[in-house]
């Protein structure tokens, strides 16, 4: 199949143009930069071997996206393409509705006009909001506790409308939980712009010696040790997801998790940071962060069940892969 990826230059979608290739597909990128640099597409064409068709450009802009339609021939779309900070979020409400939502709006409007048939949603596992973990797909979901949440909730709700009226357009909504790692090469991973919000891009800094420690937000929740608890996925794992979704999802609207099903505490990941790449990463603990929530991980039978899909990648090799990549990426 040849895949639309939107925002394929990020970190989830430069890893799942890997999956692609593996598996025989191919891919046509879009991105802005706006969370990306400009070396990934020169490193995802070492990896795979070939070009890659890349639109330099914004996926809210229609007659962009509307020439990508008429100039490819597409089978499927991926779409990664968002703002993904939830503090940011809620500071600049404005930008991630217009960006987020507009974006969702404008490449599902022009697949279904270009009789695109399978369309794959980066969702978040943060539409269940505050409940009791596993989450499971037919739990309801809680009101969004911030805007970038409800934008997964509302383009969540865009697609199933859409598919609703239209069943030959088949949507799988991917319900991701908290991805680290890179691909073993070392040549892509996680690099965001900017200071970073999430947990492994922030020891990766501490652990080059750009920042002096890491802050772990909050010791005394009702966790083993403390601190909070995530169903951390290797990046790989959830880009062969996708992979599994285009070829096999079957019914006009498709949810899942995509997750371990495994819990592990901050202080778990950091420890097997330490003792897998032999680093130390000093701790500053400080208080809880508001809107974080104490635990989180999935229920991934359905996923199983329905796709056959597994992960296969455990935490050592998480925390082994992104360091790996952040030494081969900083000259460390
Ligand atoms: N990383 C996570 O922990 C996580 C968890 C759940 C869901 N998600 C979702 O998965 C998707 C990918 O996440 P990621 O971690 O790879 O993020 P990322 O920021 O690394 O990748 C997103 C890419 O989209 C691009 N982009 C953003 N808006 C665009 C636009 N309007 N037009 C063109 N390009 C645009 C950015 O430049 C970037 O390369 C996002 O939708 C995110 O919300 C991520």
Not at 69 to 93: T, W
Not at 293 to 303: G, L, Q
């Amino acid at each position: 199949m040849n895949i639309l990826v939107t925002g394929g230059l990020g970190f989830i979608g430069s890893h799942t143009v890997v999956s692609l290739y593996e598996r025989g597909h191919q891919a046509v990128i879009i991105d802005d930069y706006s969370n990306a640099s400009k070396e990934v597409l020169e490193k995802l064409e070492t990896l795979i071997q070939s070009k890659i068709p890349f639109i330099e450009g914004n996926v809210t802009d229609s007659k962009l996206v509307e020439n990508i339609f008429k100039n490819h021939q597409i089978d499927g779309v991926l779409h990664f393409a968002a703002f993904k900070a939830v503090g940011e979020s809620v500071e600049k409400p404005i930008m991630y509705y217009e960006n987020n939502l507009n974006a969702t709006l404008t490449v599902a409007k022009l697949a279904l006009e270009h009789k695109v048939k399978k369309f794959v949603f980066s969702s978040s596992c943060t539409v269940y909001g505050d409940q009791p973990s596993p989450f499971h797909e037919e739990m309801d979901l809680l009101p969004a506790t911030n805007p970038y949440g409800a934008t997964k909730q509302m383009s969540e709700q865009i697609l199933k409308d859409i598919s609703f009226a239209h069943p030959e357009f088949k949507v799988t909504l991917l319900r991701y939980f908290n991805p680290i790692g890179a691909h073993d090469s070392g040549l892509i991973g996680e690099s965001p712009l900017g200071v970073p919000n999430n947990l492994m891009p922030y020891i990766l800094d501490v652990a080059l010696g750009k920042r002096p420690h890491l802050n772990v937000y909050g010791s005394d929740y009702p966790t083993l040790d403390g601190s909070g608890v995530r169903d951390y996925i290797h990046v790989m794992d959830l880009a062969e997801a996708h992979v599994a979704a285009l070829e096999k999802s079957l019914k006009p609207v498709n949810i899942y998790n995509v997750g371990t099903g495994q819990g592990s505490s901050v202080l778990e990941v950091v420890k097997a940071f330490e003792t897998m790449n032999d680093v130390k990463i000093p701790l500053n603990i400080t208080a809880r962060r508001p809107g974080d929530i104490a635990v989180s991980f999935a229920d991934p039978a359905k996923i199983k069940n329905e796709l056959g899909y597994q992960t296969k990648r455990d935490l050592n090799q998480m925390v082994k892969d992104a360091w790996n990549f952040a030494k081969r990426s900083n000259h460390a």
